[in-house]
């Protein structure tokens, strides 16, 4: 499971690059912090990536924009939100510019990795629940 990582924050990439070394077969294959810089990435790795996991306040720019940049992607790939700013409608709007998953920084970080685990062994070809 190829990852793009769209966070500003260093200690966030840090522990969510971390959290996603743990888990079988997922990789790091781009760390941007800002909108352009994950757009301008996607549009030259159309298939360099299976998840994007995307915060929606950026240094420049914000998650929303990458999300509807993710719209032209692949059925098998996803657009996860992760962000501290995941009330409603917030997280509507997430969904609306094309979110598979939102998930709060604060409160979801167990269910954020069992999606991750999960999505990562159905790319892997494993049936879901397989250890």
Not at 21 to 33: E, L, W, Y
Not at 61 to 83: E, I, M, N, W, Y
Not at 98 to 122: I, N, P, R, T, W
Request: hydrophobic share 40%.
């Amino acid at each position: 499971m190829k990852v793009i990582l769209v966070e500003d924050n260093p200690l966030v990439c840090e522990q969510v690059t971390r959290t996603l070394q743990a888990i079988p077969g997922a990789r790091v294959v781009k760390v941007a912090g800002t909108e352009p810089q994950a757009s301008e990435w996607l549009s030259a790795h159309p298939d360099g990536w299976d998840l994007a996991l995307v915060d929606l306040f950026l240094g420049q720019g914000h998650g929303f924009d990458v999300l509807r940049h993710c719209r032209t992607r692949r059925p098998d790939q996803k657009a996860v939100v992760l962000s501290n700013y995941t009330r409603d409608p917030v997280r509507q709007y997430a969904r609306e510019a094309g979110a598979d998953a939102v998930f709060d920084k604060s409160f979801d970080m167990d269910a954020l990795v069992e999606y991750l685990v999960q999505f990562s062994l159905a790319r892997q070809g494993a049936p879901a629940g397989s250890p």
